[in-house]
Structure formats: structure tokens, C-alpha cells
């Protein structure tokens, strides 16, 4: 099978699946989410992700219809029946279905899943970027299905030819990117958004943190600002969709450039760890 669609125990083709009107996806996008890379049928970090998965259904208090070691199983054995093992593995999970109504669905919630083919990136072109002022609310670090903020930032870089928007709050404090994390390295030490309500605690930045440790590179949890974006001497993009990417260019004007030995070991670490367990 080329994509595969997963709803309840029932899977199939993915342009063939449906589900039921009365979802509480279809009236208030009430779920949460997640997703990661697989290659070789091995999907990457999905402890990691799962685990994070569960904390943001317990943080909306959606009740899971399965356990996690419940829930990796189908997603291994989804993975098996799909044509090429190089693919991005989406699972979410809504509050239930029900006639539309505020207060909670009772009962467990609505588990989806979807396999499409994909393959990560290895970070040696560089990407274009835009900023867009942060309008998202204050739970950024749940990973819901309320993205429409996200999606009009991401159209507004695709209709410019970019990669990405970053998102920045009132008084130019950078927080994330529409679909990604955003860091940046300056004199040697890497500086990242602390993890609070405003960014979403992403996998790929815990890898990136990880990387940093490993190599001895000092990094730093701490807000920064549009001007140090700018000025910073790489401007370092992950993601789950591909896990290190550095810019050449924000709003139309050139960035980064200034320190392409230390991104390059940064990415040949963060590829290399990928690929070994991957194989």
C-alpha cells in the first residue's frame, strides 16, 4: 500500500477512508496530535513521540482509546503493510463523536492514522525564510489540531518561495516557526526559545540539545529577539520532518553563513544518529 488511512481498527487505502460528521474534529478541531519519520520500517524516536502524545491528550483531558505500548504495536504493524518503509507516520486523537456541543464528549476518544511517503532531508541546502507576527494563543506547547495561525503563516512562505515562517510575539521575542523550531548560534554557543506556552517541545530540538551535549557545544535556553535572528551567525531550522536545516536568507534579506564548520557538525551528528537507528 502507497498511503494508508487508520480510523478506530479500520484501515485502508487512504483516499478511500471517511469518518463520521459528528467527530468533534469536524466542529471544533478538538484533538491533539503527532508525527515522526520512519525509514527502513523503523519509525525514529517513537517513544519520544508517543510519550508526548499522551501528554497532550492528558493536558485537553481527552481519554486515549488505547495504551501507548497498545498504540506503538498497530503503528509497527501499520508500518509493515505499506510499499516503501520510507514514510511520515500521523497519528491524532480526538475528544469523540457526538451531536455538536461545547461541553465534553463522554467516552474515549477518535484514533487516526495516516502513512504517506517521505524521506528526511539532509540539511546541506539551505532554506528561505519569513517572519510573522505570533497570533497563536497561550498553549502552544500542547500539540492540538487548532493550527489555523500556522497554516496561514506556512501559505503566506510558500506564496513568497520560502521554507518556513517564524513567528515572533509583541516586542520581538522569536518563539517557533509555523511547523518547526527555531534556533540560532552566536559566537560559538547555541541559543534556543525556553520551553513555555509559547513554543511546542519539539523532538528534534530535544535531539539538537542532545547533539550540542555530545559534541561539547554550550547552548542556552533563553528567549532571544528578531534583531538577534538576524544577526546571529546561523539561523538553524528542525523539525520531526527534517531535523536540521540552516537559513541563507529571512524576509528577503541574506542571514547565516558564519559559522558553517560548527552547523556541519551539528547536522552530520544529528543525520548520522538518524541513519544508525534507522538501518
Given at each position: 500500500m502507497e498511503k494508508l488511512g487508520y480510523y478506530n481498527g479500520r484501515f485502508g487505502p487512504l483516499e478511500e477512508m471517511t469518518v463520521p460528521m459528528n467527530d468533534r474534529v469536524s466542529w471544533f478541531g478538538d484533538g491533539v496530535y503527532d508525527a515522526g519519520p520512519c525509514r527502513n520500517y523503523h519509525i525514529f524516536a517513537l517513544d519520544e513521540h508517543v510519550d508526548r502524545f499522551f501528554r497532550s491528550a492528558d493536558a485537553l483531558?481527552?481519554?486515549?482509546?488505547?495504551?501507548?505500548?497498545?498504540?506503538?504495536?498497530?503503528?509497527?504493524?501499520?508500518?509493515?503493510?505499506?510499499?516503501?518503509?520510507?514514510?511520515?507516520?500521523?497519528?491524532?486523537?480526538?475528544r469523540g463523536t457526538g451531536?455538536?456541543?461545547?461541553?465534553?464528549?463522554?467516552?474515549p476518544g477518535n484514533l487516526w492514522i495516516t502513512l504517506t511517503p517521505a524521506s528526511i532531508a539532509d540539511g546541506r541546502k539551505p532554506i528561505r525564510l519569513i517572519t510573522a507576527e505570533d497570533t497563536r494563543?497561550?498553549?502552544?506547547?500542547?500539540?492540538?489540531?487548532?493550527?489555523?495561525?500556522?497554516?496561514?503563516?506556512?501559505?503566506?512562505?510558500?506564496?513568497?518561495?520560502?521554507?518556513?515562517?517564524?513567528?515572533?510575539?509583541?516586542?520581538?521575542?522569536v518563539t517557533e516557526c509555523a511547523h518547526s523550531n527555531v534556533h540560532i548560534l552566536k559566537d560559538g554557543v547555541l541559543r534556543?526559545?525556553?520551553?513555555?506556552?509559547?513554543?511546542?517541545?519539539?523532538?528534534?530540538?530535544a535531539h539538537l540539545l542532545r547533539a550540542c551535549s555530545a559534541l561539547e557545544v554550550p547552548y542556552r535556553e533563553e528567549p532571544f529577539l528578531l534583531e538577534e535572528l538576524f544577526a546571529a551567525d546561523?539561523?538553524?531550522?528542525t523539525s520531526s520532518s527534517n531535523l536540521c536545516l540552516r537559513a541563507c536568507e529571512i524576509d528577503g534579506k541574506p542571514v547565516g553563513g558564519?559559522?558553517?564548520?560548527?552547523?556541519?557538525?551539528?547536522?552530520?551528528?544529528?543525520?548520522?544518529?538518524?541513519?544508525?537507528?534507522?538501518?
Open positions: 483531558q481527552i481519554r486515549m482509546p488505547v495504551t501507548k505500548d497498545e498504540l506503538k504495536a498497530t503503528l509497527n504493524g501499520l508500518v509493515r503493510k505499506m510499499d516503501s518503509g520510507d514514510l511520515f507516520v500521523y497519528y491524532q486523537v480526538t451531536v455538536r456541543k461545547h461541553a465534553f464528549t463522554e467516552g494563543f497561550f498553549h502552544c506547547n500542547i500539540k492540538t489540531l487548532n493550527l489555523i495561525p500556522s497554516v496561514m503563516a506556512a501559505q503566506r512562505a510558500e506564496a513568497a518561495g520560502c521554507s518556513e515562517a517564524v513567528f515572533y510575539r509583541p516586542g520581538g521575542r534556543t526559545a525556553p520551553t513555555d506556552e509559547l513554543i511546542l517541545p519539539g523532538i528534534a530540538r546561523e539561523v538553524l531550522v558564519g559559522a558553517p564548520a560548527l552547523y556541519e557538525r551539528l547536522r552530520s551528528y544529528l543525520l548520522e544518529e538518524f541513519y544508525r537507528a534507522t538501518d
